[in-house]
C-alpha cells in the first residue's frame, strides 16, 4: 500500500493535484475539507460543528476530525492506499494517523508537500472565491485566518514527518501538469 500526505497551505493546489494522482494511482482520496462540506450540505450535526469553526477559519478541534477520518477510512477500506489531503493539520491529527494505520498493519509513505509563498496564495484563494462558492474564500479576513492558522498549528507537523524521513517538499508554482510531473517523481521511484 502506498499512503501518502499531501501537504500544503490554503490554495497550495492540494485538491487539484489529488485528482491526478488519484487518476494516475486509483488511491482512495480522504478530504477532511470535502467531507466537512459534504456534512454541511447534508445538514448533520457534524456539519453544523463543522461549519461554526470553518467560516471562522479555524481548525475543526482535533478529537472530532480524527474521529471522523477514522470512520471514512475505514469505510473506503482501501487495498491500494489512500491520500490524505488536509488532514493532518496538527501535531496530535499525525500522531493519532501513525497509531491509527499501525493498527491496519500499514503506515504513511511520504508526505509531498506543496510550497507556496502568501502572496501568491492570497492571489489564488480570492481568484478561487469567484466559482468556489465556500464562504472561507470570499472573505480576506477569513483567508488570512487560515493562512495564520497553518503557519502556528499546522506547519509543526512538516516537522514531524521530517524527523521520519518522510518529507517531500515540491515547487507549488507553475501549471498544473508541471507541478504534477514534479509531485510524482518520487512516487515512480517508490513504484520499482
Ligand atoms: P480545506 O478544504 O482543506 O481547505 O479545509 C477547509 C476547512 O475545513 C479548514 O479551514 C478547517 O476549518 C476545516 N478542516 C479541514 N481539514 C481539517 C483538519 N484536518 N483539522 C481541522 N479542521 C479541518
Known amino acids: 500500500m502506498l499512503n501518502i500526505v499531501l501537504f500544503g497551505p490554503p490554495g497550495a493546489g492540494k485538491g487539484t493535484q489529488s485528482e ?3 487518476a494516475k494511482y486509483n488511491f482512495k482520496h480522504l478530504s477532511t475539507g470535502d467531507i466537512f462540506r459534504a456534512n454541511i450540505k447534508n445538514e448533520t450535526e457534524l456539519g453544523k460543528l463543522a461549519k461554526s469553526y470553518m467560516d471562522h477559519g479555524k481548525l475543526v478541534p482535533d478529537e472530532v476530525t480524527i474521529q ?4 471514512e477510512v475505514n469505510k473506503a ?4 492506499g489512500y491520500i490524505f489531503d488536509g488532514f493532518p493539520r496538527t501535531k496530535a491529527q499525525a500522531h493519532a494517523l ?3 494505520l499501525a493498527t491496519k498493519n500499514t503506515s504513511i509513505t511520504l508526505m509531498l508537500a506543496l510550497e507556496v509563498q502568501e502572496p501568491e496564495l492570497r492571489t489564488r484563494l480570492a481568484e478561487r472565491a ?3 462558492g465556500r464562504p472561507d474564500d470570499a472573505e480576506p479576513s477569513v483567508i488570512q485566518k487560515r493562512i495564520d ?3 502556528n498549528e499546522t506547519m509543526p507537523v512538516k516537522a514531524y514527518y521530517q524527523t521520519q524521513n518522510k518529507y ?3 515547487d507549488g508554482i507553475g501549471t498544473v501538469d508541471a507541478v504534477f510531473n514534479r509531485l510524482i517523481e518520487p512516487l515512480s521511484k517508490l513504484e520499482v
Request: hydrophobic share 50%; net charge negative.
Open 149 to 151: 492558522v497553518y503557519n
Open 77 to 80: 477500506n482501501s487495498t491500494v
Open 130 to 132: 469567484k466559482t468556489s
Open 68 to 71: 471522523m477520518l477514522e470512520a
Open 168 to 170: 517531500i517538499g515540491v
Open 98 to 100: 501513525d497509531a491509527f
Open 20 to 22: 491526478l494522482l488519484i
